[in-house]
């Protein structure tokens, strides 16, 4: 009787450090999934300024990280990095040595400065806003933001009274032309007699080039209506020293006076959950298009001042209403500056069109 208890309880006891052992293993193989996870769930994230600019990539910032929190992903941030190979190709390169697999270059020439870096490195998706650049890593993405230039077009032009309206732009690409093209389709839907008066500065941010910009608009042409593509508001400031109204870019909040019309708005957290959603999922992304617009509710404006009149707001809201219902901001006869007509009477410019192939300026846009 007692050998059985014995033989017994020798059993019970090495089972019950098997037991024990197989949990701890259990437990650490458990560590190690979920540090497997978490170091998967990370994403790099690279910024032309800093985090807090008031603008653009305070915005992308904001965007990514809600989206990035949503979906319990890290973010490793790069900020201050400039559009050059060099600054850009290391930091990058850094990234993927910490075993990045999925880096967000936020402006817009980045792609191409370190075309060499991403071609060798087939197994890092990368993700930025040039539609023209191409690699098989590489996804474009977007937001339609001609359509909320297109709603501010429609302020510019109910709210002038000179019919001369402002616009500073940074770089000739696609994105920034179809902005300015939008812009100035909505104001001629409200006002046919309006003009548009461009100037480019060649920067994103250079505060004393936009200033000088902004100032020979207003002096020069007599506008009174100024708007902007620039990363951030030193056009706006400008605007609010001269008593002119102002449309800003990226602007979430109005910091200024009733002077600031509106802002174009981007939700990028509504961008950014769709594409690292389905990177996190290992999704079949080669047909996604990550262009999102006013269906989605990706793109709008900010905020109204409350110089504009109630009229011009309910016009807007019925012209949201109607493009999230299919109408198109490029459809019918368009006719550039050049006298080229560039869309006919029943047609709509296509979606590649718009995002590889626009690079002009319609009819009422003038360069100085």
């Known amino acids: ?143 339609r933001t001609y359509q909320a230039r297109y709603l501010a077009g429609i ?53 004393e080039i936009e200033t000088e910009a902004a100032n020979a608009l207003i002096d020069s042409f007599n506008v009174d209506v100024i708007s902007l593509h620039q990363d951030r508001s030193h056009v706006v400031e400008v605007a609010e020293a001269r008593g002119v109204y102002s449309i800003g870019n990226h602007v979430e909040k109005n910091h200024y006076s009733p002077k600031m019309l509106s802002s174009i708005d981007v939700n990028w957290n509504i961008i950014y959950k769709g594409v690292f959603q389905d990177f996190f999922q290992n999704k079949n992304t080669e047909n996604m298009d990550y262009w999102f617009g006013l269906d989605k509710d990706a793109v709008g404006l900010a905020f109204y001042s409350n110089e504009i009149p109630d009229s011009i707001k309910v016009r807007i809201q019925n012209t949201i209403q109607r493009i999230k219902d299919g109408y198109h901001v490029f459809t019918g006869k368009i006719v550039d500056n050049k006298g080229h007509v560039r869309c006919e009477e029943g047609e709509t410019i296509s979606d590649d069109a718009l995002r590889s192939e626009m690079e002009w300026l319609i009819n009422g846009v003038v360069e100085q």
């Open 1 to 143: 009787m007692k050998s059985r208890i014995t033989v017994a309880a020798i059993i019970a006891v090495v089972a019950f450090f098997s037991l024990l052992y197989m949990t701890f293993e259990e437990a650490g193989n458990d560590k190690k999934m979920q540090k497997s996870v978490a170091q998967k769930l990370r994403v790099g994230f690279i910024l032309l300024s800093d985090t807090a600019d008031n603008g653009w990539n305070e915005t992308h910032y904001k965007g990514a990280k809600i989206a990035c929190d949503s979906l319990g992903a890290q973010m490793v941030v790069a900020i201050d990095v400039p559009e050059e190979t060099a600054p850009l190709a290391k930091v990058v390169k850094d990234m993927i040595a910490d075993s990045i697999k999925i880096i967000v270059l936020t402006s817009y020439n980045y792609p191409k400065k370190i075309d060499g870096v991403i071609g060798a490195h087939p197994d890092v998706t990368f993700y930025g806003g040039d539609w023209k650049f191409k690699a098989p890593n590489y996804k474009p993405y977007f937001a």
């Open 155 to 207: 302020i510019a032009g109910a709210m002038t009274k000179t019919n001369h309206v402002g616009y500073v732009a940074a770089m000739k690409n696609s994105e920034v032309y179809r902005g300015i093209d939008a812009f100035a389709i909505g104001a001629q839907s409200v006002n046919p007699n309006v003009q548009v008066y461009l100037r480019w500065t060649h920067f994103w941010d250079n505060e």
